[in-house]
């Protein structure tokens, strides 16, 4: 299978840059795969797992959003966060979920849509880390 670069970006750091075979995405509109070859297109990304498959193997990370790049040149991720599946820290990951899943269900005045959103990020990173949500 042909290979093409990928780079992926955050605001801190340059997590990957080299060549794959495949990437898989949390697109806004649904998950999504690119191939080497694939049509010029930009999409938003939403929390999520995201993988690719390099000649070591396929990597695995959580993202929280943003958007990709597919171009003549390669794949661009500009992830709003990002972690590799060995980053993430299991208990807070944990503890953020449990803290999300009291206030949606607690009898106060919440943002309920930033707490849904808080489970999300914290679900997906539990899920890359390969425990169970």
Do not use: C, K, W
Request: without cysteine; neutral net charge.
């Amino acid at each position: 299978m042909a290979d093409y670069p990928l780079r992926i970006v955050t605001p801190e750091r340059l997590l990957f840059s080299g060549p794959v075979s495949s990437l898989r995405a949390p697109g806004s509109e649904g998950s999504f795969g690119v191939l080497a070859r694939h049509a010029p297109m930009v999409a938003s990304l939403t929390a999520g797992p995201l993988s690719f498959v390099e000649e070591a193997g396929r990597r695995s990370l959580a993202v929280s959003g943003g958007f990709v790049e597919v171009s003549g040149e390669g794949v661009t991720v500009l992830a709003e966060t990002a972690e590799y599946d060995s980053e993430i820290d299991v208990p807070r990951a944990e503890g953020a979920r449990d803290r999300a899943r009291q206030r949606l269900s607690s009898q106060v005045d919440i943002d309920a849509d930033r707490a849904r959103a808080a489970l999300l990020r914290a679900l997906t990173r539990l899920r890359v880390a390969g425990t169970n949500p």
